[in-house]
């Protein structure tokens, strides 16, 4: 699997709030590679992740993986695509509410169409190396910001995804925790040699990145 974004451009928002979130980016990322996004905020990191991960249409441009062009399949092959071979954890964690941190990562393995029963063990085994083992019944409700975001790293790595997107993964904790979960990242990647993409602000990330994309020098003067 390669992720190639080519000449792709975003716009977000209408009327007075419209803004170019991505010009014309040209930029690939390869399997077994972890990549740190960098740039300051409002330069398109969360953009570009949304885009590779089938969630934002390019108005321009377009999102190859594996030479495949995204906005050639179907809504419904894309959504497969995002639930069988993408991983995705968003900013803002995106759990579902209700369910606790186990089954979070349950219904993502039974959306996969894996059999969740078999795949318990891996689950506790995951969630305990995000440092949740002990939070296995706590629903989203019932977790600091910095533990929802942990169970939704856990969950995107549990179907080992070939396509890894990762927003902002340290923001919400401290630096043991930070360096624990870069270590997860970086593991994950070599051995499944998925193309890893890690939006962050934190030199944990980036140190431990093998390489690293500014979106200054890739998507100079996004924003009006
Ligand atoms: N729905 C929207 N409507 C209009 N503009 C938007 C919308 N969402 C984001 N933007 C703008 O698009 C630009 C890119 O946003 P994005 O979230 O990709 O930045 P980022 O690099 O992830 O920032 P941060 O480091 O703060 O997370 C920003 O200038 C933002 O204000
Ligand atoms: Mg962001």
Redesign the pocket.
Same mark, same amino acid.
Do not use: W
């Given at each position: 699997m390669s992720l190639h974004l080519h000449d792709v451009t975003v716009t977000? %928002?209408k009327g007075e =709030?419209? $803004?170019t @979130?991505l010009r014309k980016l040209d930029v690939t990322f390869r399997p077994g590679v972890l990549t740190a996004l960098v %740039?300051p905020? %409002?330069?398109?990191? =969360? $953009?570009?992740l949304a885009v590779a991960g089938a969630l934002l249409r390019p108005d321009e441009g377009q999102v190859l993986l594996n030479g495949a062009d995204l906005a050639a399949l179907t809504d419904r092959e894309r959504a497969r695509a995002r639930r069988e071979r993408i991983g995705y954890m968003f900013?803002s964690g995106n759990l579902l509410t209700g369910l606790t941190a186990e089954e979070q990562l349950l219904a993502a393995a039974s959306l996969a169409g894996r059999r969740p029963r078999a795949l318990r063990p891996k689950v506790r085994a995951l969630l305990d190396e995000v440092g949740l083992g002990h939070r296995l019944a706590h629903r989203p409700d019932q977790l600091s910001g910095g533990e929802r975001q942990r169970v939704a790293l856990a969950r995107a790595l549990l179907v080992e995804p070939e396509l890894l997107l990762v927003d902002?993964p340290t923001a919400a904790v401290d630096r043991a925790r930070a360096d624990d979960l870069t270590a997860l990242i970086a593991r994950t990647t070599h051995e499944h040699r998925c193309v890893t993409v890690v @939006?962050t602000?934190d030199p944990v990330v980036t140190n431990a990145a093998d390489t690293t994309v500014d979106?200054q020098t890739h998507a100079p003067a @996004? $924003?009006a």
């Amino acid at each position: 699997m390669s992720l190639h974004l080519h000449d792709v451009t975003v716009t977000l %928002g209408k009327g007075e =709030s419209r $803004t170019t @979130a991505l010009r014309k980016l040209d930029v690939t990322f390869r399997p077994g590679v972890l990549t740190a996004l960098v %740039g300051p905020s %409002g330069s398109g990191k =969360s $953009t570009l992740l949304a885009v590779a991960g089938a969630l934002l249409r390019p108005d321009e441009g377009q999102v190859l993986l594996n030479g495949a062009d995204l906005a050639a399949l179907t809504d419904r092959e894309r959504a497969r695509a995002r639930r069988e071979r993408i991983g995705y954890m968003f900013q803002s964690g995106n759990l579902l509410t209700g369910l606790t941190a186990e089954e979070q990562l349950l219904a993502a393995a039974s959306l996969a169409g894996r059999r969740p029963r078999a795949l318990r063990p891996k689950v506790r085994a995951l969630l305990d190396e995000v440092g949740l083992g002990h939070r296995l019944a706590h629903r989203p409700d019932q977790l600091s910001g910095g533990e929802r975001q942990r169970v939704a790293l856990a969950r995107a790595l549990l179907v080992e995804p070939e396509l890894l997107l990762v927003d902002e993964p340290t923001a919400a904790v401290d630096r043991a925790r930070a360096d624990d979960l870069t270590a997860l990242i970086a593991r994950t990647t070599h051995e499944h040699r998925c193309v890893t993409v890690v @939006a962050t602000h934190d030199p944990v990330v980036t140190n431990a990145a093998d390489t690293t994309v500014d979106m200054q020098t890739h998507a100079p003067a @996004a $924003t009006a």
